[in-house]
């Protein structure tokens, strides 16, 4: 059972950058397929980026294209979510979650009621002020 935390959270200036990071303990990080997901206050929670395991492909939400930056080290056992230029939509607890089925996150990215059969960190918060 893979355990997943993150860090790097806190209060940003928009228009400027944040570095997200998930360590996932017990498991070999290849091994899974990891996503960020974000919720606001008040909104669904929703799918903002995706590396998939094996040939390492990239999924963004298309409010986050060319902003962020998802980037795996199997070495550190960790995926990181690089934010640059920070908007006003931004803000929310940002969450890990990983699926050995390569495709699980991205299922439950889709279909939300699913969210209990992947495995999920507890959150960060992430705050932009204007």
């Known amino acids: 059972q893979v355990q997943l935390v993150e860090s790097g959270g806190g209060l940003v200036h928009r228009g400027s950058s944040l570095r997200l990071s998930c360590v996932a303990s017990g498991v070999r990080l290849d091994d899974y397929s990891i996503c960020w997901f974000r919720q606001a206050p008040g909104k669904e929670r929703e799918g903002v980026s995706c590396i998939l395991r094996g040939d390492g492909s990239t999924f963004y939400a298309d409010s986050v294209k060319g902003r962020f930056t998802i980037s795996a080290n199997n070495a550190k056992r960790t995926v990181d979510l690089q934010m640059n230029n920070m908007k006003p939509e931004d803000p929310a607890v940002y969450y890990c979650?990983?699926?050995?089925?390569?495709?699980?996150?991205?299922?439950?990215?889709?279909?939300?009621?699913?969210?209990?059969?992947?495995?999920w960190g507890q959150g960060t918060q992430v705050t932009v002020s204007s």
């Open positions: 979650a990983a699926s050995s089925d390569r495709d699980g996150v991205l299922r439950v990215w889709a279909f939300p009621s699913m969210s209990d059969r992947i495995n």
